[in-house]
């Protein structure tokens, strides 16, 4: 009998620390979609975010960011969802391996393809509302 309560505490002791690490997490994804909601108008805000909570979206994200989410982050140490300024991911695609690299700035992305010189600079000008393309050059190609 003492074995199969020792066994219990230890098993319990064990999932306790990982349920419990107190690892509440970024929540990227809720993040997202409220910054989403919030750029429209005040009532038009309000109107979305009671649809989004009656449809359950907010909910679905809160559980996704809390179970899923989360705990990658809390094991890896970097949100999927999450993308911070200075970070860098490398992405392989057909085309090859690139490397893109948030802005210190959180205004855009540099991406440089593994094995070549030079990079593509992808940056967002939020009071026009207009994305930019620079390929190196010093010329900006405006994307939207």
Not at 8 to 17: D, P
Not at 96 to 110: D, R
Not at 118 to 139: A, F, I, R
């Amino acid at each position: 009998m003492k074995k199969r309560t020792l066994k219990f505490t230890i098993g319990a002791m064990l999932c306790g620390s990982v349920l419990f690490t107190s690892c509440i997490g970024s929540f990227g994804l809720t993040g997202k979609l409220y910054s989403w909601n919030k750029k429209q108008t005040k009532w038009v805000d309000e109107l979305i975010f009671l649809a989004l909570c009656i449809v359950p979206v907010y909910e679905v994200s809160l559980f996704i960011d809390a179970i899923i989410l989360n705990s990658i982050e809390f094991w890896t140490g970097s949100n999927p969802v999450a993308f911070q300024p200075g970070e860098s991911r490398t992405v392989e695609t057909e085309a090859g391996v690139y490397v893109v690299t948030a802005h210190e700035q959180g205004n855009g992305y540099t991406v440089v393809k593994e094995g070549e010189e030079g990079s593509l600079d992808l940056t967002y000008d939020k009071e026009n509302n207009v994305c930019y393309m620079d390929k190196g050059d010093g010329e900006k190609i405006r994307i939207k």
